[in-house]
């Protein structure tokens, strides 16, 4: 069955970095179109980033972009977000969520939380 | 850069009765890009609708999308217990592809 897995998450100080990881399984990550959605305490959804399928080109929210990169390993069937220079406001649970499609999201993993704190 | 609103913020109903969401656009969804995702607490987001009216895999036909341009609408015909829940509208048109701030649908 359809498998999406993020981890990477934790505690880090303001300033620091963290790689987020989504694994996946039982579809063909390959042809699929990921992105990468946060929600923070007791709020909405907030779109972060985007990966076309091969890797081509992707898009950034403004406040993530210059500090947040999106990328993949189709290989292993596993996308990433590397995060540095974090702030308190990128505190939120981060999850990864696909198509195949045109770029709604059809497949989501459980979200990994990401906590930034001194 | 598109801003979605989603009203009313809450919407109160019985068990049965029918759940009428709006999503405006702040300029029109090219080729009606408008998805709708239903989340419940402690859950991922669940997709929907898609492009605008299109009903996703295993979604029930109590649930329809409508609309183009810069409004839409999400219908829930004969609410269930199931369906109480947190509704947001994206539009994956063009980047940034928003969300709305969501409607909650609870139980009156």
């Known amino acids: 069955q359809v498998q999406l897995v993020e981890s990477g998450g934790g505690v880090v100080q303001p300033g620091g970095s963290l790689r987020l990881s989504c694994a996946t399984s039982?579809?063909?990550?390959?042809?699929?179109?990921m992105h990468w959605v946060r929600q923070a305490p007791g709020k909405g959804l907030e779109w972060v980033a985007f990966?076309?399928?091969?890797?081509?080109?992707?898009y950034y929210a403004d406040s993530v972009r210059g500090r947040f990169t999106i990328s993949r390993d189709n290989s292993k069937n596993t996308l990433y977000l590397l995060m540095n220079s974090l702030r308190a406001e990128d505190t939120a649970v981060y999850y990864c969520?696909?198509?195949?499609?045109?770029?709604?999201?059809?497949?989501w993993g459980k979200g990994t939380t990401v906590t930034v704190s001194s | 850069e598109i801003v979605l609103t989603q009203s009313p913020g809450t919407l109160s109903l019985s068990p049965g009765e029918r759940a009428t969401l709006s999503c405006r656009a702040s300029?029109?969804?090219?080729?009606?890009?408008l998805a709708w995702y239903q989340q419940k607490p402690g859950q991922a987001p669940r997709l929907l609708i898609y492009?605008?009216?299109s009903r996703a895999t295993g979604i029930p036909d109590r649930f329809s999308g409508s609309g183009s341009g810069t409004d839409f609408t999400l219908t829930i015909n004969r609410l269930e217990p199931e369906d109480f829940a947190v509704y947001y509208c994206?539009?994956?048109?063009?980047?940034?592809?928003?969300f709305g701030p969501g409607t909650k649908v609870d139980i009156k």
């Open positions: 969520g696909g198509t195949r499609g045109y770029y709604y999201m059809d497949v």
């Open positions: 039982g579809f063909t990550f390959s042809s699929y179109a």
């Open positions: 990966i076309r399928y091969d890797g081509s080109y992707n």
């Open positions: 300029q029109s969804v090219s080729s009606s890009y």
């Open positions: 492009g605008a009216s």
């Open positions: 994206q539009q994956y048109g063009s980047s940034p592809f928003a």
